[in-house]
């Protein structure tokens, strides 16, 4: 594993570090940024690049400031999660940018579980465009009850996984099927899955959608 160094990121997560995994990106055929939980590292979720099996992939975890991407619920008014909120979409944004750089919009997915979910789907619903994926494990979008999903652009048949328990204790099920058929309202491919009495985590069903997606990348840059 190596640090890659990432300018303009201001607010809490600035000067965070972006730890990599698996190709060197200039020479990758396909990017992941992967996006952690809360209490959770970079390097931990970077764990999951193993399961996929590739040998072209560049992994990119950004490290969240004390390991917490926004202080409060996801689904409480937006304002209580800022400053922190729009400086870990900010940080996102410029990781998607700088893998973009090297292997194009369409060769970058983003992966998130729990807190990291919820910034991979709503800065994806935000800055919506061709990407090789979407993958969010345990989240949603952001913002309270009754939250205006008014986004701009088309993800243009973006794939994009959403798999969730039916009994998660943070994540509510009415958010998780309001995410699918936003991100389906803006064009992704939605594959939605929910699981009965998961708890919250990830399953082996839903690593191998997400290696899916991610092999698929790395087969069609060959």
Request: proline share 5%.
């Amino acid at each position: 594993m190596t640090d890659l160094a990432l300018d303009g990121v201001e607010g809490p997560h600035a000067d965070q570090p972006v730890v990599t995994e698996g190709a060197d990106l200039d020479d990758a055929r396909a990017a992941v940024v992967m996006v952690h939980g809360r209490g959770a590292t970079a390097r931990s979720i970077l764990g999951m690049a193993d399961e996929f099996g590739t040998d072209h992939v560049a992994y990119l975890a950004p490290s969240a400031a004390r390991n917490t991407w926004y202080p409060q619920s996801f689904l409480a008014e937006t304002d209580e999660n800022e400053p922190h909120l729009s400086s870990a979409l900010s940080f996102v944004g410029r990781l998607v940018d700088r893998a973009a750089d090297a292997v194009g919009y369409d060769r970058v997915a983003l992966l998130g579980f729990s807190q990291g979910a919820c910034l991979a789907s709503e800065w994806a619903a935000r800055n919506a465009r061709r990407y090789g994926g979407v993958i969010a494990f345990s989240g949603g979008l952001i913002g309270p009850p009754g939250t205006p999903r008014e986004y701009d652009g088309d993800l243009d048949g973006t794939p994009a996984f959403v798999g969730c328990s039916d009994s998660d204790p943070h994540i509510p099920l009415e958010r998780v099927h309001e995410t699918a058929e936003v991100l389906e309202a803006i064009g992704a491919e939605v594959d939605e899955r929910i699981y009965e009495g998961m708890g919250h985590g990830i399953n082996e069903e839903e690593l191998a959608a997400a290696k899916g997606v991610v092999t698929s990348l790395e087969r069609e840059r060959a």
